[in-house]
């Protein structure tokens, strides 16, 4: 089993910047992908950046110029750096990892969530 443990969420004002954090642990693993989403109230889950490993990161639409998505592969951690805060990234956000355990068993966590909160 892997967990996932976000943190870094909290409320801003619009413009401002947030970094979010996931760490994985626990038994012997190998990631494949590790990805946010967002999900705002009555609003369905979204995809916000994912890292392939050794691949190119994707964004949304709606946050490409303003988010970043990096990974340090060594402490099987991926971050989120939030720049230029709108009120439209108001919501949950989720760090998502897929990957294999041993004997090549495919594994798809999810963290519990953070939330972000910005204000206008």
């Known amino acids: 089993q892997v967990q996932l443990v976000e943190s870094g969420g909290g409320l801003v004002q619009a413009g401002g910047s947030l970094r979010l954090s996931c760490a994985a642990s626990?038994?012997?693993?190998?990631?494949?992908?590790m990805a946010w989403y967002r999900q705002a109230p009555g609003k369905q889950r979204e995809l916000v950046a994912a890292?392939?490993?050794?691949?190119?990161?994707n964004y949304g639409d709606s946050v490409k110029g303003r988010f970043t998505i990096s990974r340090d592969n060594n402490k099987n951690t991926v971050f989120l750096q939030m720049n230029s805060l709108k009120p439209e990234d108001t919501g949950v956000y989720y760090c998502?990892?897929?990957?294999?355990?041993?004997?090549?068993?495919?594994?798809?966590?999810w963290g519990q969530g953070t939330q972000v909160a910005v204000s206008s």
């Open positions: 626990g038994s012997t693993f190998s990631i494949n992908v």
């Open positions: 890292a392939p490993t050794g691949g190119t990161p």
């Open positions: 998502n990892a897929k990957g294999v355990l041993r004997a090549w068993q495919p594994f798809d966590y």
